[in-house]
Nanobody, 127 residues
Framework: QVQLEESGGGLVQAGGSLRLSCVASGRIFSRYPFSRYAMGWFRQAPGKEREFVAGINNAMATYTADSVKGRFTISRDNAGNTVYLQMNNLKPGDTAVYSC????????????????WGQGTQVTVSS
């Protein structure tokens, strides 16, 4: 099992920035290290479906949704079992619960077929 814990959410004005962090833990890492997992960020706004935001595979290749391209950047620190989402030039439409995800396969998926999910952290952008 893998546990994911997000942090860094909050209230910010439009145009501002936030950096989300997700720390992964689990005894499985002794046999299958964090570096072999794909990691991702999804978000869900009230009344809307969960949507893919960004992902990074086990070769450090990154993928970003068109809606946030040029504003959001995903990165990972394998030594610290952590994945980050740097969010710049935030807009009110970015308001959502942001969740971290992990995929054993190692490749990023834009769909819901991820193996582990965090509880999420609220991001609210005021106009």
């Amino acid at each position: 099992q893998v546990q994911l814990e997000e942090s860094g959410g909050g209230l910010v004005q439009a145009g501002g920035s936030l950096r989300l962090s997700c720390v992964a833990s689990g005894r499985i890492f002794s046999r299958y290290p964090f570096s072999r997992y794909a990691m991702g960020w999804f978000r869900q706004a009230p009344g809307k479906e969960r949507e893919f935001v960004a992902g990074i595979n086990n070769a450090m290749a990154t993928y970003t949704a068109d809606s946030v391209k040029g504003r959001f950047t995903i990165s990972r620190d394998n030594a610290g079992n952590t994945v980050y989402l740097q969010m710049n030039n935030l807009k009110p439409g970015d308001t959502a619960v942001y969740s971290c995800s992990a995929r054993t396969v190692g490749a990023v998926s834009g769909g819901p077929d991820w193996d582990y999910w965090g509880q999420g952290t609220q991001v609210t952008v005021s106009s």
